[in-house]
């Protein structure tokens, strides 16, 4: 099971803090990925982060702006979003994801989701 939270409103230019709590599987076995999906469009890779931190992956459009981080002990992982834009308003998810060496990639495994949290920028 995976649970999100930490959205909220924001106005452009703040910051969030996304955590995705885990159970139920070995959280450190796994890469973790975050996605969102903003309406009318189909759900899209945001980041991912490898079983022991030592690898990240972001997509172009959050690149310089996000952190993906985890804790391994809390069976967490979190994105930390900075100079946030309207457009990246939408339901932000995370799921387990393919890892093919050397990095992790944002591919969901299975089809394990969580309820999503909204995060919405107002400009």
């Known amino acids: 099971q995976l649970v999100e939270s930490g959205g909220g409103l924001v106005q452009a230019g703040g910051s969030l803090r996304l955590s995705c709590a885990a159970s139920?599987?070995?959280?450190?076995?796994?890469?973790i990925g975050w996605f969102r999906q903003a309406p009318g469009k189909e759900r899209e890779g945001v980041s991912c982060?490898?079983?022991?931190?030592?690898?990240?992956n972001y997509a172009n459009s959050v690149k310089g702006r996000f952190t993906i981080s985890r804790d391994n002990a809390k069976k967490t992982v979190y994105l930390q979003m900075n100079s946030l834009k309207p457009e990246d308003t939408a339901v932000y998810y995370c799921?387990?994801?393919?890892?093919?060496?050397?990095?992790?990639?944002?591919?969901?495994?299975?089809?394990?989701w969580g309820q999503g949290t909204q995060v919405t920028v107002s400009s």
């Open positions: 982060i490898s079983t022991s931190s030592g690898n990240t």
């Open positions: 139920g599987f070995p959280f450190a076995n796994y890469s």
């Open positions: 799921a387990r994801v393919l890892f093919v060496q050397p990095s992790c990639i944002m591919t969901p495994y299975g089809n394990v």
